[in-house]
Structure formats: structure tokens, C-alpha cells
């Protein structure tokens, strides 16, 4: 069974920093790409970053590129999120998710960052 | 920019309608690159369909996607109780994802 298992989350203070981390399971994590996707609270789905299985090619949206650095340890079949200079808008659920070609075929349960003072 | 539009916001249904969904790009997707999601208050979001008209793993057959160029569709044939929740498309393109803004579907 897949399973992608999102942590991390917290309460950060404006231009904070925090790290969050996903640990994947039950599939070959070396061979597929991952991406980060938030939700704001009542809100859509955004986009945030993507890294290729080999980490060759990496994508960001335009809101988070220069403050977000996505990255990945094949070794641990983990992926990360290096979140810096957060701000209020940042504050949503972080899920992590398995692109399988051009859709995101599996999800974690996601975990929630709160930028606040 | 890559808009997807979702219409309606909300659609108010029975258990046992047929609910329409529509989704709508501001430039042409190929069939390919649309998806469609499903989530749940609490849940992570869920894939449904892909390729616009291909169904998930697991996925029922009351679900069913259609559409090409800038229309899509995704159709719920009879609303089971299981099925009220909020519907996002999402298109791939230039090695990004752009979701639409989702429509929800509510018991009338």
C-alpha cells in the first residue's frame, strides 16, 4: 500500500523558517517524481514545487521561488520542503503527492503550517 | 497564466441526481493533461479521473469525464451519499499544475 506520511507543520512566526518532511512507503520512491501541494484554510488547491525522481529538474511556483527550496533523499524514501522568510499567506496544509506523467495520483494526509505572530 | 474556470460554485443535488461538472481553460489543454480530483472536509484531495476521461483505480463507473480544447465535464451519473464533496480540475502544462478553483456539490 502507498503511503506518503507528511510532518513538519507548526506555528512559525513571520520570516520564520520550518522544514517539513515527507516519508514515503509501499512504492519505488527513487523512481517517480514527487511535489508539494497547499490548501489555505477554506481555500483551493495551489501548486507549490516539483522534483524530478533524480532530482535533476526542479519546478516552483512563482509565490514561493527564492524562499522555498524542495529537495529529496532517495536513500530514505523521503522528500522535503525547506521553508524560509514565511509569510501570513504561506499558512495552509502542506500535502505531499506522487506525480504520476502529468497528474498526482497519490496524496498524504498533508500537515498544517500556521504563519502568525 | 494557465486559468481553469469550474462551474458552478455549488451545485445543490438529491442523492440519486446526475451532476454536471464543468471546467474550462482560458487557452487549449491537451486531452492528456486534465484531471479531475475529489475531496472530502478533513481529507487529502483524491484523484478521479485522468486524461480527461480516464478512470483511477478504484474509481466507480458513475464517474465519468469528457471533453476536449478548452471544455471539460466530469459527470457523476447517480449521487451516491459517499459523493458530496468538493470537485477540482487540474490541468499540467510547462511542468506545473494548475488547479481550478473547485465546485461543490451539496445535498439539497
Known amino acids: 500500500e502507498v503511503q506518503l506520511v507528511e510532518s513538519g507543520g507548526g506555528l512559525v512566526k513571520p520570516g520564520g523558517s520550518l522544514r517539513l518532511s515527507c516519508a514515503a512507503s509501499?512504492?519505488?520512491?527513487?523512481?517517480?517524481?514527487m511535489s508539494w501541494v497547499r490548501q489555505a484554510p477554506g481555500k483551493g488547491l495551489e501548486w507549490v514545487s516539483s522534483?524530478?525522481?533524480?532530482?535533476?529538474?526542479?519546478h516552483y511556483a512563482d509565490s514561493v521561488r527564492g524562499r522555498f527550496t524542495i529537495s529529496r533523499d532517495n536513500a530514505k524514501n523521503s522528500l522535503y520542503l525547506q521553508m524560509n522568510s514565511l509569510r501570513a499567506g504561506d499558512t495552509a496544509v502542506y500535502y505531499c503527492?506522487?506525480?504520476?506523467?502529468?497528474?498526482?495520483?497519490?496524496w498524504g494526509q498533508g500537515t498544517l503550517v500556521t504563519v502568525s505572530s | 497564466e494557465n486559468v481553469l474556470t469550474q462551474s458552478p460554485g455549488t451545485l445543490s443535488l438529491s442523492p440519486g441526481e446526475r451532476a454536471t461538472l464543468s471546467c474550462r481553460a482560458n487557452?487549449?489543454?491537451?486531452?492528456?493533461?486534465l484531471a479531475w480530483y475529489q475531496q472530502k472536509p478533513g481529507q487529502a484531495p483524491r484523484l478521479l479521473i485522468y486524461?480527461?476521461?480516464s478512470r483511477a483505480t478504484g474509481i466507480p463507473d458513475r464517474f465519468s469525464g469528457s471533453g476536449s480544447g478548452t471544455d471539460f465535464t466530469l459527470t457523476i451519473s447517480r449521487l451516491e451519499p459517499e459523493d458530496f464533496a468538493v470537485y477540482y480540475c487540474?490541468?499540467?502544462?510547462?511542468?506545473?499544475?494548475?488547479f481550478g478553483q473547485g465546485t461543490k456539490v451539496e445535498i439539497k
Open positions: 503527492a506522487r506525480i504520476l506523467a502529468t497528474h498526482l495520483d497519490q
Open positions: 509501499g512504492f519505488t520512491f527513487s523512481s517517480y517524481t
Open positions: 522534483i524530478s525522481s533524480s532530482s535533476t529538474y526542479i
Open positions: 487557452e487549449s489543454v491537451s486531452s492528456s493533461y
Open positions: 486524461g480527461a476521461s
Open positions: 487540474q490541468r499540467y502544462g510547462s511542468s506545473r499544475f494548475t
